[in-house]
């Protein structure tokens, strides 16, 4: 799988939008961008993922540039319960991949 | 519904001994992973379990480590002659199949301390 490079933290004020770049230079045309966050003291929980196109769910945004070399996780108003360390993965498609490869991954901040 | 659940929370032990970490998937999920995320690092893959086999056993680190799943649900982490190096939080995660079209869910992880 690709590697990823992420800034090591951010803050970001409570209400705004928080966004979280990731870089992914080397991703390969069946590769997938994964997010996920772990809150402190839990384990991981899965925000979004996306191929080529922007996504958006419930919980955040996800736009991929168009030469998919790096991408940005769009959380829109910021809370405090979003304050969490978010991880950029990048993962084949497919029955065969099954890892989660983690980097050290983004410490976002929420600031009141 | 219950999500993955993993005990004890907490396990202090000393160098050497035996310990053994238990995770209780979601129900009906058939893949399971075992991961563990040594302070200030992201989480690391251990092993891959596809029903009651073990698909994927590359990340353990050493034959000290060892993980069984006999009735393709509970997974135990077994850990032998524990070092200190082994403190870490070990993380259990399952999802319905195999592949990165399955979403993993995680359990909340079990601390453990060797002093």
């Known amino acids: 799988d690709a590697k990823t490079t992420q800034p090591p933290s951010m803050d970001c004020a409570e209400g705004r939008a928080a966004n979280l770049p990731c870089n992914h230079s080397?991703?390969?045309?069946?590769?997938?961008v994964y997010w996920y966050r772990q809150i402190h003291s839990q384990g991981p929980q899965y925000i979004i993922h996306?191929?080529?196109n922007n996504e958006t769910n419930e919980m955040a945004s996800l736009i991929i540039t168009e030469d998919r070399k790096s991408s940005t996780l769009i959380l829109p108003h910021a809370t405090l319960r979003d304050t969490a360390v978010y991880y950029c993965?990048?993962?084949?498609?497919?029955?065969?991949?099954?890892?989660?490869?983690f980097g050290k991954g983004t410490k976002l901040s929420v600031i009141p | 519904g219950a999500g993955v659940s993993q005990t004890p929370s907490n396990k202090v032990t000393e160098k050497g001994k035996y310990v053994e970490l238990r995770c209780d998937p979601i129900?009906?999920?058939?893949?399971l992973y075992w991961y563990r995320q040594s302070l200030g690092q992201g989480p690391e893959f251990l092993i891959y379990?596809?029903?009651?086999?073990?698909?994927?056993d590359s990340g353990l680190p050493n034959d000290r480590f060892f993980a069984v799943r006999p009735e393709g649900s509970v997974s135990t982490l077994k850990i032998q002659r524990t070092e200190r190096g082994d403190s870490a939080v070990y993380l259990c995660?399952?999802?319905?199949?195999?592949?990165?079209?399955?979403?993993?869910?995680f359990g909340p992880g079990t601390r453990l301390t060797v002093l």
């Open positions: 995660a399952s999802s319905s199949g195999p592949g990165s079209y399955n979403e993993q869910f």
């Open positions: 080397t991703i390969s045309g069946n590769e997938y």
């Open positions: 996306g191929l080529k």
């Open positions: 993965i990048v993962r084949n498609s497919g029955a065969g991949s099954y890892q989660l490869t």
């Open positions: 129900s009906g999920h058939t893949a």
């Open positions: 379990f596809q029903g009651t086999g073990a698909a994927d």
